[in-house]
Antibody, heavy 120, light 108 residues
């Protein structure tokens, strides 16, 4: 059974840093690209960043480039999102999601999400 | 960046009725690059379709996906009580992913 479990969310102040983690199990982690997607009541679902199975290819949405870093440890089946210089507009529930297959960036499994609140 | 516009924002229907949800892309996209999700309160999205019309595992056949070019449709032939939820379309390219704003299917 595929399982994705996010952790690390919380309440931080603008300008702070936070590291999210996603523990994966039930599939060959290194064979699949992984993605972070966030959701806010106002903006709906928003793709944040993606990383290929081997960690070589990495993509970000423009608004987080230079502030967020996606990474993975295939030896530990863990996906991470290091977030720095956080802004109020980064407030959201952050989901990690497994890509369906190579070259098909839809997401067949999602974690339950971890909430991030950026507020002074 | 492709912008996806979903309509209507809210669809009020009764169980047993047919639901037709629209997703319009800001430019022509390939059918391979469109997906659909269902989301219920307090849950993550659930993949319904990839490549426009390929059903994901476990998705009942009352759900169907269709479309091409800029216009894509999710159809639920006969609404079951568990189908009342929010539905999102999604497009992906090599380097970017966008989601539509969602359509809420509510009980009339």
């Amino acid at each position: 059974e595929v399982r994705l479990l996010e952790s690390g969310g919380g309440l931080v102040q603008p300008g702070d840093s936070l590291r999210l983690s996603c523990a994966a199990s039930g599939f060959t982690f290194s064979s699949y690209a992984m993605t972070w997607v966030r959701q806010t009541p106002g903006k709906g679902l928003e793709w944040v960043a993606a990383i290929s199975g081997d960690g070589i290819w990495i993509y970000y949405r423009d608004s987080v480039k230079g502030r967020f870093t996606i990474s993975r440890d295939n030896s530990k089946n863990t996906l991470s999102l290091q977030m720095s210089s956080l802004r109020a507009e980064d407030t959201a529930v952050y989901y990690c999601a497994k890509n369906f297959a190579t070259g098909i960036a839809v997401y067949d499994f999602w974690g339950q999400g971890t909430p991030v609140t950026v507020s002074s | 960046e492709i912008v996806l516009t979903q309509s209507p924002g809210t669809l009020s229907l009764s169980p047993g009725e047919r639901a037709t949800l629209s997703c319009r892309a800001s430019q022509t996209v390939g059918t391979s690059y469109i997906g659909w999700y269902q989301q219920k309160p307090g849950q993550p999205p659930r993949l319904l379709f990839y490549a426009t019309s390929s059903r994901a595992t476990g998705i009942p056949d009352r759900f169907s996906g269709s479309g091409s070019g800029t216009d894509f449709t999710l159809t639920i032939s006969r609404l079951e009580p568990e189908d009342f939820a929010v539905y999102y379309c999604q497009h992906f390219s090599d380097t970017f992913v966008t989601f539509g704003g969602g359509t809420k299917v509510e009980i009339k």
